[in-house]
């Protein structure tokens, strides 16, 4: 099983970048589709973007452009960059695996391993 921690969450103003991390242990990714999530208080999670094993990518509609998935080539490490934040982006971000079918759509199916989360808020 991989076990997920993300990091690189903080406070940014209106306008400026943030970049998340999130490491595996236990198993590489390299099998798994991953994806980036947030839930904002009072809110559903929502789908932030996914990337699949083979490396085709999901992006949400509010994030594209302005936000980008990578990984190491170990396979260890899941990035989300994100430029041009706004403070719609204030949630908590989180990573999740999943080993076979990754729904986009709530309830998510097929993504059952999860981080943590890292806080994100963006003030104006």
């Known amino acids: 099983q991989v076990q997920l921690v993300e990091s690189g969450g903080g406070s940014v103003q209106a306008g400026g970048s943030l970049r998340l991390s999130c490491a595996a242990s236990?198993?590489?990714?390299?099998?798994?589709?991953m994806g980036w999530f947030r839930q904002a208080p009072g809110k559903e999670r929502e789908g932030v973007v996914r990337?699949?094993?083979?490396?085709?990518?999901t992006y949400a509609e509010s994030v594209k452009g302005r936000f980008t998935i990578s990984q190491d080539n170990a396979k260890t490490t899941l990035y989300l960059q994100m430029n041009r934040l706004k403070p719609e982006d204030t949630a908590m971000y989180y990573c999740?695996?999943?080993?076979?079918?990754?729904?986009?759509?709530?309830?998510?199916?097929?993504?059952?391993?999860w981080g943590q989360g890292t806080q994100v808020i963006v003030s104006s």
């Open positions: 999740a695996a999943a080993r076979q079918y990754c729904g986009f759509r709530p309830p998510y199916v097929g993504f059952d391993y």
């Open positions: 236990g198993s590489s990714f390299s099998n798994y589709c």
């Open positions: 990337i699949m094993s083979g490396g085709s990518t």
